[in-house]
């Protein structure tokens, strides 16, 4: 693990960090409270703020974590001290500077982190405000960016005012001393509330010299017309009442020497000088803080493209409305044809697009009913009070008939219409999760009848939903427990039936059900969080049980992996391969990739360069299921594909139906045609065999030559059943 550099000004900086008097006091309340706005803005499960001194990194305030300090050499926040910008490690595991350090390669398992050094007024930085995940995380925008920054100076600026209270309590020469060095306004007064004491800070603020103010009242410092109020504190301390006022943080008007009025935040503190009560008040200008809070609600209130509500407040508002007994409706939207206008003209349209559905939608919300934006081209409306789901299905066919309307956007006019699906409480639900969960299955299904439709929940869809909840539950467990393994189905050569690879095929331990096959879970399993991380663990297992078995004699031998479409979003999935071919020794050649037309047919750049690096290196890619969907030729002159897989669905048909034999007989045309290879799958029969073999497929996998089955059942198949078979593995962390 590299050593880190110790901070130039090292000295001064655990000086700066001494006179805060932090390391191992009781977290400050609003500092805890700054860490949890930030875990929740960010959307990740640890923040904290912490101080670093010598040897140790101290966490003063944290939320996800349960440590109370680590030393110095092994905190990645060292570095961030050590720079003025944000510290930003999408993938510590990436990281020449981190991926040896135990507390990436263990708990608490950091990959993403992001950090910003808490600096004094002189600029020592004493600690940091920091983010971290147990998954990598490639999108941290520049909005992200600031909201970190933003709350790292309101940490700072609390530092500054426990600077202050610190110094408090030495002595006067050394508050004098401090007090000056400190940005806030610190001031003092006698027991008449003449201004006995008056900082460069306070200079700043309010413009007047200590010349100009010292021995004046002390009310001074506020507008005239403000008698009562905060005001009233500086009042009574100038009538030397303001005793019972002491430790508390007020918000009061100022007033600068030109007239200008300012927000001011005041704390009071009394001591005895001389047997006479003297006070002290620390002030500071919050217009900045103010402004930024007010930005900061915005952005955790309203989506900032078309300043609707939010998911948070649309669930404040159905929560609202079902803790008043009161029926409630929820309208859930999704734009039908929105990535084509972005595709076809730019994201500065779609976003106009977005602002024009949401006026119409707060329209149809009308002022008793809330329209918010969900993320993407959802949108929601929720109408209190409404529970005949008669009156629900008008309002949402009159919603889309708003949404159907032609939308005319820098000289361009957009058709485009929205489908929408509609939840009812009680009817339907009770709770505020299940009914969007309910408004979201019902727009599932509208969305699978086709464009511009409405649904309203029923119980089917309920058992639908609850089928897909169980199973995504259950899929979680898996991944914790490592239930999942690999079956391996023979690929042969149709001229003369030899072993040329295998297919391999997940299966579900399930400790309940027994085996479970793709069929009843990988629909759900394909868009969970986890469907990357299984990805690749069925790669590497692969690729590994692959290498064994040439290693034990069937050479050559080709292993194919079907892949997840997750595993492209990252952009590193070549590199993934690359590097499992390198961990397991398994040739380029040796491993065929399979995609799906959900794949292929996402147009995404990303995914057609991925493929063709991945082609470049040597590996095959096949296409599985041709012909089933909407795939067209062009596909086939666009990516870099090797092998056509004849779906089983025309295989089947093959003898007996004479377009099914059409289609066959196209696509191994076409795969001559294109220089591919095609393999035909399902094959269950001679005749089938023999068919396919006269129009020219050269290879074929199905029960005819072997079901999918086990490793060690595979080997002992192919006379492998010893020490050249690679140990069976099954799925643990997404990792």
Known sequence: MPILPVNPDEEARLHALAELDMVG???????????????????????????????????????????????????????????????????????????????????????????????????????????????????????????????????????????????????????????????????????????????????????????????????????????????????????????????????????????????????????????????????????????????LFRLAHLDPLTELPNRLVLRGRIEAALAQAEPAAVLMFDLDGFKEVNDAHGHAVGDAVLKVTAERLRACAGPDGTAARLGGDEFAIVLPGLGDPLVAVAAAEAALRALAEPYRVDGLVLNLGASTGIALSPSHATEESELLACADAALYDAKARGRGQHRLFTPELREALQRERTCREGLRRAVLRGEFVLHYQPQVRLSDGALVGAEALIRWQHPEHGLLPPAAFLDVLDNSPDAAGIGDWVLRTACAQAQAWRAGGLHPFRIGVNLFAAQFRGGDLAARVAAALAQTGLPADALELEITETIILRHDPQVDATLQTLRAMGVGIAFDDYGTGYASLSLLKSFPLTRLKIDRGFVNGLCENRRDAAIVRAVIALSRSFGLTVIAEGVETQEQQRRLLAKGCQEAQGYLFGRPMAAEAFAARYGLAGPAAAPVTRAGSAG
């Open 25 to 295: 006091a009781e977290p400050d309340a609003t500092i805890s409270y700054i860490v949890e706005i930030v875990a929740g803005l960010l959307g990740v499960p640890t923040a904290f703020a912490s101080f670093i001194d010598c040897e140790r990194q101290v966490f003063h305030a944290q939320v996800g974590l349960d440590l109370d300090e680590i030393p110095r050499a092994l905190a990645l926040c060292n570095a961030t001290i050590a720079q003025d910008d944000l510290l930003l490690v999408r993938d510590a595991h990436r990281d020449a500077r981190f991926c040896d350090n135990p507390l990436v390669c263990g708990p608490p398992f950091v990959r993403f982190y992001a950090g910003i050094a808490l600096r004094t007024h002189e600029g020592h930085a004493v600690g940091t405000l920091c983010v971290i995940a147990s998954e990598p995380r490639e999108a941290f925008t520049d909005l992200d960016r600031q909201i970190l920054i933003d709350f790292a100076r309101f940490v700072s600026d609390r530092l500054e005012l426990r600077r202050a209270e610190a110094a408090r309590r030495a002595s006067q020469a050394r508050f004098a001393h401090i007090a000056d060095t400190s940005p806030d306004a610190i001031v003092c007064a006698d027991s008449q509330g003449l201004v006995s004491f008056w900082s460069a800070g306070a200079e700043r603020m309010f413009g007047h010299t200590a010349a100009q103010i010292l021995n004046r009242p002390i009310t001074t410092l506020i507008p005239d017309r403000m008698a009562g109020g905060s005001e009233g504190l500086l009042r009574r301390l100038a009538q030397g009442s303001a005793e019972r006022l002491t430790g508390r943080t007020v918000e009061m008007t100022g007033a600068h020497r030109d007239g200008r009025e300012f927000p001011v935040e005041l704390s009071l503190s009394t001591w005895q000088e001389n047997g006479t009560p003297t006070y002290g008040a620390i002030m500071r200008d919050v217009s900045q803080r103010w402004a930024i809070e007010e930005r």
